[in-house]
């Protein structure tokens, strides 16, 4: 007989604690068309075809069935992404996994949610003339470069103390007069518009020649919206890898986003930079997901140059939960 | 025609000197007590709102023992940008004393000349330096000569307004004595119109001083000149860049106390040449 009352005590008690958690998980609504969502994903830069996942997902809306809708903004030279969706003047964001692990250390609540190129798309251009054929050829040489982890690494690991460093404008410009000037890029828009303008340059890929590989244009977000709307977070990466698969297959949804929000975009640009995306990989073969050897790998890098402890935990800063299943 | 001014009975010499030692101090308390006790409100406010409202998110305001930290820990960083930017910030200047001092004496020689060049003085102040940045940068290249001119470019307009408005300003009467005793062109420049001139010389050099400070990190921050080795500017880039939000915080306040050194000299300065000025004339009557 007690035994009977105090298993039906448990039970009961078990009934009202699940049904408790029930109700606070339920919280947070589901998606459904009844209630409609906007996400805004930041872009780092201007718009151009290196985004193009996201555009293609912001000309598709993929989530649109269930009532999200994704506002793709482009950003510019005095875009802090990073820190602006830390603040929460957007709900995600795209950033290299090097700054991501920065700003964790930091202190910035933020995440990655989804990976965009498995092989970065940053490179160093010089004149042919120069003869720089590996990264230590760049003592003795102004380079052009936005500061950021990426280089300061470059800087430390090849031992360029004698390199002058100077702002990252954009611009061609400089660089076609001034032989002397190394200029960072991407290897598929401005190595096109290089030889375009009929420069001869070589191209000194960070990836691949400097050994340098953070996770590209990355998709992040705060732990904030990961725990009070993980469903949208589900929706929002299930829209950019839609966006990257339909870009590889066929850029054309994505180039009139970029021409749209973007009208300085030359179109041959955006087809030669789609082709090179492709044909090179720079995706790689599953799009989205985080392996974390590589986060760690980076973490061990940043920490020789003290931007990072070497006992930082890696794994705080990215996720794969959300990736479609 | 001489003045005569009411002395009253000179005291001892001691006496004289005990009483002006006492009253300087005294004065001095009095001068700078208030401003102390608003910067320590100021900084308890600035700590409690650091370590409540943004307690966790110490990256967008960073507590004041962070900044205190930051310090600390990058002396030779903060000193190696203060070096620099105060380098840039004084070239600066100086050429913009020269060239607003200059232009000031040429056009307050006719009424022809000012109305001819006082339009383009005005527009060196309102040509939006950031836009035109980068064709500073072509003319000049990626180099402190750009940093200085662009310093030069903010800070020459206030020099050239003043300098020139003291200088159309002499009394007639002391210009007619002047004319009267024959005194040549440059006898009147340099005896009268320049020394009558110094408080609003003055004016526009406090002025000019924080400006070609402003211009001097602005200039900093557009062309990133120097790298690791750039001034205060160039290194609030790198600071960002790695979300050092406390080094940040140090490296603009070192910024905002190089101005405001760069003011407290003009003004020290310019106090004293006017002060022996005055006495002199003074001097000359009794």
Same mark, same amino acid.
């Given at each position: 007989m007690r035994t009977k009352m105090i298993v039906g005590a448990i039970a009961s008690a078990a009934v009202i604690a699940l049904s408790a958690t029930a109700c606070g998980s339920a919280a947070s609504p589901a998606l459904s068309m009844s209630n409609p969502q906007t996400a805004t994903v930041m872009m780092n830069w201007f718009a151009q075809a290196e985004q193009g996942g996201y555009w293609d997902a912001m000309q598709n809306q993929y989530g649109k069935a269930s009532g999200v809708t994704l506002n793709v903004k482009q950003g510019g030279p005095g875009i802090q992404t990073i820190p602006q969706v830390a603040a929460g003047q957007a709900d995600f964001g795209i950033a290299n996994a090097d700054e991501i692990i920065v700003a964790r250390k930091n202190g @910035?609540? *933020?995440v990655a949610v989804a990976a965009a190129y498995d092989t970065n798309l940053q490179c160093m251009m010089s004149h042919k003339s120069e003869g720089i054929t590996d990264f230590p050829g760049l003592n003795g040489h102004q380079v052009s470069r $936005?500061? #950021?982890p990426y280089f300061d690494f470059l800087k430390s690991h090849f031992k360029l103390t004698g390199v002058e460093e100077i702002n990252y404008t954009g611009s061609l410009a400089d660089f076609k007069r001034n032989t002397n000037l190394v200029q960072q890029c991407f290897v598929t828009s401005d190595v096109y518009q290089a030889k375009q303008e009929g420069i001869d340059i070589n191209v000194l890929s960070v990836a691949k020649d400097g050994g340098y590989n953070p996770y590209g244009l990355l998709l992040f977000t705060t732990e904030k919206v990961v725990k009070e709307k993980p469903d949208l977070v589900r929706s929002v990466v299930d829209s950019s890898i839609k966006g990257w698969k339909n !870009?590889?297959?066929n850029p054309t949804d994505a180039k009139t986003a970029v021409m749209a929000a973007n009208k300085d975009v030359d179109p041959g640009t955006f087809d030669a930079a789609a082709k090179v995306i492709k044909d090179g990989n720079y995706l790689g073969d599953s799009i989205g997901t985080f392996k974390s050897d590589r986060w760690t790998t980076l973490r061990d890098q940043l920490a020789t140059i003290n931007q990072v402890p070497a006992s930082f935990d890696p794994s705080v800063a990215f996720t794969n939960d959300f990736l479609p299943k | 025609m001489t003045i005569q001014i009411a002395k009253s009975a000179p005291k001892t010499g001691t006496e004289l000197s005990h009483n002006n030692t006492a009253k300087k101090s005294k004065s001095f308390m009095r001068a700078a007590l208030p401003p102390v006790i608003v910067m320590v409100i100021f900084l308890v406010g600035w700590s409690v709102v650091a370590s409540t409202i943004y307690g966790n998110r110490n990256y967008l305001l960073p507590r004041p023992e962070q900044v205190l930290q930051a310090i600390l820990d990058n002396p030779g960083t903060l000193w190696q940008g203060i070096r620099i930017? !105060? !380098?840039e910030a004084t070239a600066g200047f100086v050429l913009a004393i020269l060239v607003g001092f200059a232009g000031a004496i040429i056009m307050s020689q006719s009424k022809m000349l000012e109305r001819s060049l006082y339009p383009y003085a005005v527009l060196l102040q309102t040509v939006p330096v950031v836009a035109v940045a980068p064709i500073i940068v072509l003319w000049f290249g990626y180099n402190q000569s750009a940093v200085i001119v662009i310093? !030069?470019?903010? #800070?020459v307009f206030p020099i050239l307004n003043n300098? @020139? &408005?003291? @200088? @159309? #300003?002499?009394d007639r009467n002391h210009r007619d004595l002047f004319r009267m005793h024959k005194a040549s062109r440059t006898t009147e420049f340099l005896q009268l119109r320049l020394p009558s001139a110094l408080p609003n010389i003055f004016a526009g050099l %406090? $002025?000019?001083?924080? &400006?070609? $400070? $402003?211009?001097? *990190?602005?200039? /900093?921050f557009i062309i990133g000149s120097g790298g690791e080795e750039g001034g205060l500017g160039v290194k609030v880039l790198f600071a960002q860049s790695r979300l050092a939000t406390g080094l940040l915080f140090a490296e603009v306040l070192a910024a905002t106390l190089l101005g405001f050194f760069f003011f407290l000299i003009v003004t020290l300065v310019g106090n004293r040449l006017i002060k %022996?000025?005055? /006495?002199s004339a003074l001097k000359d009557d009794a």
């Open positions: @910035l609540p *933020i $936005v500061p #950021s !870009f590889l297959a | 930017t !105060f !380098f310093a !030069f470019m903010i #800070s300098t @020139l &408005l003291g @200088l @159309l #300003s002499t %406090r $002025v000019s001083a924080g &400006l070609a $400070v $402003v211009g001097a *990190i602005v200039g /900093e %022996r000025w005055h /006495e």
